[in-house]
């Protein structure tokens, strides 16, 4: 009896030993790291998949979220390997070892990704500093620890072989000038957070950064602060405030009960006005704080519209959004200035411009992982009484 125990607990003992270092990904059935915080796992982001195989190897596959007529043409699959490791790259797969020791950065909301993952050390080159108020950044710029390389479409191949990256992140569908960086055999990495459908999605790119400079627990953990802080304001405003008109039942006589407020955004630059798409991102925080974006069509990214075709949709608005850069105090003064014609609607009537000035706000270095910032700054807005003590972090109402 006591040979037969000692014999169960030498095979249950060699059973363990064999099982070490690894464990089942029950999402894929692939192998994957031992330590479950820091498994990649992918719950709003549509751009990029990740599978785990043995030796440490995962598979990353990027592939544009949208279906527009400037979706990617072509997908990327990078293989990350352990550095040092031998292990074996499927066909079709850019080997890639990771940790990487350094990459460049080519617009904000890449470097956002590195700032919210305590990663600066890794950057060794950026575009440019217009725009840019990280002082961490902006010091290692200045002390030449961070090169600037040109903007895109005029790089300067020179800087850019200085800074000897081991990866470049790009962003396929800019103004490109990349055929030259390509001669130099440095891997370009797609970063396509900026196409993303949901403010959620484009925040959840941090996990694709993480997994190129090992901090994949570091962006698990970050990620799901957001997160929970993002659903339950979300879910907050969904319990208060009334639905969607196309969702609700017939008003019966004397219905007194709140409307959805609506919303359109932008301004008029060069005889056009750029209005985003009803399947942005950004139409989508909209939603989520409470209030109807005034376009509903289906596209995911703009288009141009003349004045006159914006103002028969957004006449009546009851809110107007405003991002630009602009030197000094913005006014209602200066936004009538800037075309009279702004102060025909609503919005400006009312005094409801919700506004943000990218020369007093870092908001594209710190909005794309800070959406449930960005949702709580609309929901004061929208909705007062759910967050009467908020002061805005991006968003204010113009005085």
């Known amino acids: 009896m006591k040979r037969t125990l000692l014999f169960f607990l030498l095979c249950m003992a060699f059973v363990a030993c064999s099982q070490q270092g690894k464990r089942v990904n029950h999402v894929s059935g692939e192998a994957a790291p031992e330590d479950s915080a820091a498994v990649v796992q992918l719950r709003y982001a549509q751009g990029f998949t990740v599978r785990y195989l043995a030796d440490g190897v995962r598979l990353v596959e990027v592939q544009d979220p949208q279906t527009d007529e400037d979706r990617m043409p072509v997908g990327y699959a990078f293989a990350l390997v352990p550095r040092g490791s031998e292990a074996a790259v499927p066909e079709g797969y850019e080997r890639v070892e990771v940790p990487i020791r350094s990459t460049i950065t080519m617009t904000a909301l890449q470097l956002s990704?590195?700032?919210?993952?305590?990663?600066?050390?890794?950057?060794?080159?950026i575009t440019g500093t217009k725009n840019l108020y990280n002082e961490d950044i902006l010091r290692r710029v200045e002390d030449g620890r961070i090169q600037k390389i040109g903007m895109e479409g005029n790089f300067d191949p020179e800087l850019i072989l200085a800074a000897n990256p081991d990866v470049i992140f790009i962003s396929p569908f800019k103004r490109g000038g990349y055929d030259a960086i390509k001669e130099t055999?440095?891997?370009?990495?797609?970063?396509?957070?900026?196409?993303?459908?949901?403010?959620?999605?484009?925040?959840?790119?941090?996990?694709?950064?993480?997994?190129f400079i090992g901090r994949e627990r570091e962006a698990n953990e970050a990620f799901a602060g957001i997160e929970q802080r993002y659903n339950t304001l979300k879910q907050r405003v969904a319990?208060?405030?009334?639905?969607?008109?196309?969702?609700?039942?017939?008003?019966?006589?004397?219905?007194?009960?709140?409307?959805?407020?609506?919303?359109?955004?932008?301004?008029?630059?060069?005889?056009?006005?750029?209005?985003?798409?009803?399947?942005?991102?950004?139409?989508?925080?909209?939603?989520?704080?409470?209030?109807d974006y005034i376009i509903h069509d289906d596209n995911t990214g703009g288009v141009n519209l003349e004045?006159?075709?914006?103002?028969?949709?957004?006449?009546?608005?009851?809110?107007?959004?405003?991002?630009?850069?602009?030197?000094?105090?913005?006014?209602?003064?200066?936004?009538?200035?800037?075309?009279?014609?702004?102060?025909?609607?609503?919005?400006?009537?009312?005094?409801?411009?919700?506004?943000?000035?990218?020369?007093?706000?870092?908001?594209?270095?710190?909005?794309?992982?800070?959406?449930?910032?960005?949702?709580?700054?609309?929901?004061?807005?929208?909705?007062?009484?759910?967050?009467?003590?908020?002061?805005?972090?991006?968003?204010?109402?113009?005085?």
């Open 113 to 125: 990704n590195f700032t919210a993952l305590n990663a600066h050390d890794y950057i060794k080159g």
């Open 185 to 211: 055999g440095i891997t370009l990495i797609p970063h396509l957070g900026y196409k993303e459908l949901s403010p959620l999605g484009q925040a959840e790119w941090m996990k694709f950064v993480a997994l």
């Open 239 to 291: 319990d208060q405030s009334p639905k969607r008109p196309t969702d609700q039942s017939p008003k019966r006589p004397n219905d007194q009960s709140p409307k959805r407020p609506t919303v359109f955004s932008g301004e008029m630059h060069g005889g056009n006005w750029y209005a985003v798409g009803g399947r942005n991102h950004l139409a989508q925080l909209f939603r989520d704080a409470g209030a």
């Open 307 to 399: 004045y006159e075709q914006l103002y028969a949709t957004a006449a009546n608005a009851d809110y107007w959004r405003i991002l630009n850069s602009y030197h000094g105090d913005f006014s209602y003064e200066a936004l009538r200035a800037s075309e009279p014609r702004n102060a025909l609607f609503k919005a400006f009537r009312d005094r409801h411009v919700i506004y943000c000035n990218m020369r007093q706000t870092p908001y594209y270095e710190l909005a794309p992982i800070q959406p449930d910032v960005l949702l709580a700054d609309l929901v004061a807005i929208f909705h007062p009484e759910l967050l009467p003590a908020h002061e805005g972090t991006f968003y204010r109402l113009l005085k």
